[in-house]
């Protein structure tokens, strides 16, 4: 992309993923500009060319610049890129809504369903800024933002209703080292982005336990199993939950060390308390408030997720994590699918 064909784009916060994605974007061509709430770390950002306080050591290419003003990060931007924690989206979006271009593709990077309405993201999106869902799209997949920033290859999801709009992202997103696939079923690539979440803390709390590859691979198959039941039950079509947005991004939340959600179940389950947790997380473990209004979701469409239910049970009502792990082995046998 270059010239007249040069993509603008705003990505509205400086968080790990928002500034590796914003690389991802430069990389590929375009012009980028990234908000960040502080001053001072736009001013790093611009001056540091690094964003030491959640990628120390990646250098930001030339494309990419910062500022602590959301109206300049947003104007003329063709691409408005989403990157706040879930629970915040509303409220950031009320004061941005007034800014936004009339053409704007707006892209969500947040992996959660808001408390109290239930709404994945795109619904939240379309409800404060009233544009149409087909200007709205969703970045998913396995994309762990330390490995992103650091050139490992990698694929991802780009999904929309629009699929000039899909087809769009993909080329602004296209590197050497990642590679976007395009997808319409937005409800299951946000459905597996904010599920995955909830299972990753089961699966962190089995490895601080001490429980091995069994007991998390068996986490990890019963967990897609019940994100996939949600999906259905809302509209999704099953085989997006064995592609990237689904099984991908669960297999890698799940499993690395780099995973905030698995980090944080890890610590409970070495029996740290909920505020020993969060005191050694500097990020957002979407999955800890997302798994009430994800289950609450679920009860409504009349939908069994045992394993979001007992994440909920340790993380909001004070059960052992080996309390929850001994009623899930003792639950009622089943059938593995059920017809």
Not at 45 to 58: A, H, I, K, T, W
Request: with cysteine; aromatic share 4%; proline share 4%.
């Amino acid at each position: 992309m270059s010239g007249a064909d040069t993509v603008r784009a705003a990505v509205l916060g400086a968080g790990s993923w928002g500034t590796a994605y914003g690389k991802v974007l430069a990389d590929a061509g375009c012009e980028v500009m990234i908000w960040a709430r502080r001053p001072e770390l736009a001013a790093a950002l611009n001056e540091q060319r690094e964003n030491s306080d959640y990628l120390p050591g990646v250098r930001l290419p030339d494309r990419l610049r910062a500022t602590a003003d959301h109206k300049e990060a947003l104007s003329g931007a063709d691409l408005v890129v989403l990157a706040v924690p879930s629970q915040t989206m509303r409220t950031n979006l009320e004061q941005w809504v007034d800014a936004l271009g009339d053409d704007t593709t707006l892209v969500s990077l947040a992996k959660g369903v808001e408390l109290g309405t239930h709404k994945r993201m795109t619904e939240v999106i379309v409800e404060v800024t009233g544009v149409p869902d087909s200007r709205v799209a969703v970045v998913s997949g396995p994309n762990l933002a330390k490995e992103i920033a650091s050139e490992q290859p990698a694929a991802t999801v780009v999904a929309s209703i629009d699929p000039a709009r899909a087809e769009l992202l993909q080329r602004a997103s296209t590197t050497w080292y990642l590679r976007p696939y395009t997808n319409h079923d937005v409800v299951g690539c946000e459905l597996g982005g904010a599920v995955k979440n909830v299972i990753a803390l089961a699966c962190g709390m089995a490895e601080g336990m001490g429980f091995g590859d069994n007991t998390k691979a068996s986490l990890i198959t019963r967990g897609l199993a019940e994100t996939a039941r949600l999906g259905v039950a809302l509209g999704a079509e099953p085989m997006t939950f064995a592609g990237l947005a689904g099984l991908g991004d669960l297999v890698a939340t799940c499993t690395s060390p780099l995973s905030r959600n698995r980090t944080f179940g890890e610590r409970l389950g070495r029996g740290e308390t909920m505020e020993q947790a969060y005191a050694h997380s500097r990020q957002t473990a979407e999955g800890v408030k997302s798994c009430l209004s994800i289950l609450e979701l679920a009860a409504g469409v009349g939908v069994e997720m045992p394993i979001t239910e007992q994440v909920v049970q340790v993380c909001h009502e004070g059960i052992a994590p080996s309390v929850a792990m001994k009623y899930l082995m003792r639950r009622e046998p089943k059938p593995e699918r059920r017809s």
